[in-house]
């Protein structure tokens, strides 16, 4: 039946239209929320330097150089070192141009206290102990592992009854042996405890020698006099051996010192 539409008919119509397309209207979604920040882990600290413990004096310690190092000198040892002599005092090994003047343990490291040959200053050196497997090895600088560490060393010969032949002069550097003579140094036994029996190349030589703990001292020479044409060589031997008071052996080599500066180092030959 087709007829008017009531009023109230209309207004039912009329807000059925105005609500259905807010109904139908979808609600708004909210941003997604940031993912969190990764937590910043903080790196472990350093585990503390602990020192090995060691009775350092009297202790002997060398590296090898490199074989690449070609500046060591004819007949040289190719090592170097030093030694940790009693109440601080240092010798140097194969390292004539500076001298030891003192060493000191310092918070757990070892520093050495040199001077220089010409007496113009000192300078210090630091070393850091370490244990590489059960052998102490000590580090230059102050962290351990460096592969230039050095090692405990030792003599591998006696001092007496063995030939030695000098192979570096302090201020020697533009002298040689006459050619074609030997020069040598033995030590033996003798009713006062030690004699010295040698050549520097034109004239043979004994003295009396007194030795102690570390310590050597040549009494005076016996031989002709120094003459010839090649005498310089020799008679800066003699001399250097006279300042000698101090000795330290390594391997097969014998050091001489007066003090703590170097004056003369031997090569070894086995005598029979």
Do not use: K
């Amino acid at each position: 039946m087709n007829g008017p539409v009531s009023p109230v008919v209309r207004a039912l119509l009329i807000g059925v239209v105005l609500v259905l397309p807010t109904a139908c209207r979808s609600t708004p979604q909210e941003p997604p929320a940031p993912p969190a920040p990764e937590p910043v882990v903080e790196p472990a600290p350093e585990p503390a330097y602990v020192p090995p413990e060691a009775d350092w004096t009297g202790t002997l310690w060398t590296r090898d150089y490199p074989p690449d190092r070609v500046s060591v000198g004819a007949g040289r040892p190719r090592y170097e070192g030093f030694y940790l002599m009693p109440e601080g005092r240092l010798l140097l090994v194969n390292d004539n141009e500076v001298s030891g003047a003192a060493w000191e343990v310092r918070d757990g490291r070892i520093v050495l206290t040199v001077q220089s040959s010409s007496g113009s200053g000192t300078s210090q050196r630091l070393l850091t102990p370490w244990d590489d497997g059960g052998v102490i090895r000590l580090a230059p600088g102050e962290e351990p592992g460096d592969p230039g560490s050095f090692g405990p060393d030792r003599s591998e010969l006696d001092l007496v009854m063995n030939l030695w032949h000098p192979v570096w002069l302090r201020d020697g550097e533009r002298l040689r042996p006459p050619p074609g003579r030997e020069v040598f140094l033995m030590l033996l036994p003798s009713p006062g405890g030690l004699s010295a029996r040698g050549s520097g190349g034109i004239n043979h030589f004994t003295a009396e020698v007194e030795q102690t703990e570390g310590g050597i001292r040549f009494g005076p020479m016996t031989s002709p006099a120094v003459t010839g044409d090649d005498v310089g060589y020799e008679r800066l031997y003699r001399s250097l051996l006279g300042d000698t008071d101090t000795f330290l052996q390594v391997r097969t080599d014998l050091f001489f010192y007066a003090g703590t500066l170097p004056t003369v180092i031997l090569r070894n030959e086995i005598y029979d």
